[in-house]
């Protein structure tokens, strides 16, 4: 069974920073999946946020978080992260992390696209 497991999410001041983890504790090698990051605010629909394709690790990053947050995976830890810098009010959410069995050049932003999700993180934007 498939299972991934986000961590990192927390209280954080407008501009400050967090770095969220999603760790596939067991069933897959995150290498050969596409990997990306979902969020989710109260009220509103899940939105894709950054995608790691799987083999090459080529990103790709909604308009919204571009230049802010950075996608990264660490192979030998079967993990991947998200560094989120200079936070918003409006980055607020429950993050998901999502991963797909797929080829290098395939990358999704969508949340139909992905089979295994994790259980969320909170991530508070407050002062």
């Known amino acids: 069974q498939v299972q991934l497991v986000e961590s990192g999410g927390g209280l954080v001041q407008p501009g400050g920073s967090l770095r969220l983890s999603c760790a596939a504790a067991s069933g897959i090698t995150l290498n050969y999946y596409a990997v990306a990051w979902f969020r989710q605010a109260p009220g509103k629909d899940r939105e894709g946020v950054s995608c790691?394709?799987?083999?090459?690790?080529?990103?790709y990053y909604a308009d919204s978080v571009k230049g802010r947050f950075t996608i990264s995976r660490d192979n030998a830890k079967n993990t991947v992260y998200l560094q989120m810098n200079s936070l918003k009010p409006e980055d607020a959410a429950v993050y998901y992390c999502a991963a797909e069995h797929s080829g290098s050049a395939w990358f999704s932003l969508d949340k139909d696209e992905y089979e295994y999700w994790g259980q969320g993180t909170q991530v508070t934007v407050s002062s």
């Open positions: 790691s394709t799987s083999i090459d690790g080529t990103t």
